[in-house]
């Protein structure tokens, strides 16, 4: 549904060049719920604004649908917009206009009859579960509500993508949660491609399929949700998952020399890193039976990426040398990602 290739966008400004965007290619499949993550600065918002030409790139090709819509005319991109919806952090919604007329707003230049209008917003307002706020006003509407009417006129015009620019970083975590339940909705009731341009990790791991890291206008990580952040390859994937996790707490222990980190001689700190594969085997009992070592867990983290669990363990395993070589061994044999913190 969507790629990008070699886009590349640079702004200028007094302090010099500005490289928001540097050589991305990315392929969002149809009907895919796609995260783009990244720290503030990566470059995530200027590459979905890339996406629907909002910025345009300096170089690169964005094709939406089979066409390469930087090449083109007003008016043909104009069509291909009205079928890319976006969202925004702060709901863009027109203070003087009710729920129904800021809905309208998008259909304007539909092409219905009255009638035709007035059936459509009605059923995206239900969509939406906001039929009893359809002669309210944005000011009289919570966030939750203000980002559902925004979704509502994104969809106005059978979009076949929605692009979510920080759509849930004005919300509280239980509000943020209600319209990530919508937005995966939408996706399954409607086969729309979605794009979610987020710096909050919670929100990748609970509704995307696919994730891309940014880091300084460059995608720096690709693939699977549960991939990418179960077996993080760069630096910047790894401090996410600390930031948004507490595990990662376990390494300023270490370094503050806190008792629960200490080790008496012969013990060894392991993190253990596992996915569903093996979530409900009980391989620490089995390994503390089998290769005679105790095995002690001081801090562990588990999350859910799209269903699939993701489980991060510390365990400082006592014992013989031999034995806990032996234990780690088989521990790796079974896949779990196993490495040594102290």
Do not use: W
């Amino acid at each position: 549904m969507i790629e990008l290739k070699n886009v590349t966008k640079t702004f200028n400004s007094a302090a010099g060049n500005v490289h928001a965007v540097q050589n991305v290619s990315l392929k969002i499949e149809d009907g895919e719920i796609f995260g783009i993550i990244g720290f503030s600065g990566a470059g995530k918002s200027t590459l979905v604004r890339c996406i629907n030409l909002l910025e345009r790139p300096d170089s690169g090709e964005v094709i939406i649908d089979g066409s390469d819509i930087v090449k083109l005319p007003e008016k043909e991109l104009r069509t291909v917009r009205r079928k890319m919806g976006m969202i925004f952090q702060h709901f863009n919604l027109m203070p003087s206009r009710t729920v129904y007329n800021n809905v309208g707003f998008a259909l304007r230049k539909s092409g219905l009859s009255k009638e035709e209008k007035d059936k459509k917003i009605r059923s995206l307002l239900e969509l939406v579960d906001l039929s009893d706020k359809i002669d309210s006003y944005p000011s009289q509407l919570s966030g939750g509500q203000k980002q559902r009417v925004a979704i509502a006129r994104a969809l106005a015009n059978d979009p076949k993508i929605l692009l979510c620019d920080e759509a849930t970083s004005a919300l509280d975590p239980q509000t943020t949660r209600s319209i990530l339940r919508l937005l995966e909705s939408v996706n399954k009731k409607l086969g729309i491609t979605i794009v979610i341009i987020t710096h909050q990790m919670e929100v990748v791991k609970d509704i995307c399929d696919r994730v891309a890291v940014m880091e300084t206008g460059s995608v720096v990580e690709e693939g699977r949700t549960a991939d990418v952040f179960s077996h993080p390859k760069m630096p910047v994937t790894k401090s996410f998952i600390e930031t948004a996790g507490n595990i990662g707490k376990i390494y300023e222990l270490i370094k503050e020399d806190n008792p629960l980190t200490r080790l008496n001689p012969g013990e060894r700190m392991y993190m253990l890193t596992y996915t569903s594969v093996n979530t409900k085997d009980a391989i620490i009992s089995y390994v503390s039976r089998t290769y005679n070592v105790n095995a002690s867990i001081i801090f562990g983290n588990v999350e859910v990426l799209k269903d699939i669990p993701l489980g991060k363990l510390v365990v400082v395993f006592s014992g013989e040398k031999d034995n806990i070589d032996a234990a780690v061994q088989y521990i790796r044999s079974v896949g779990i990602d196993t490495e040594e913190i102290k």
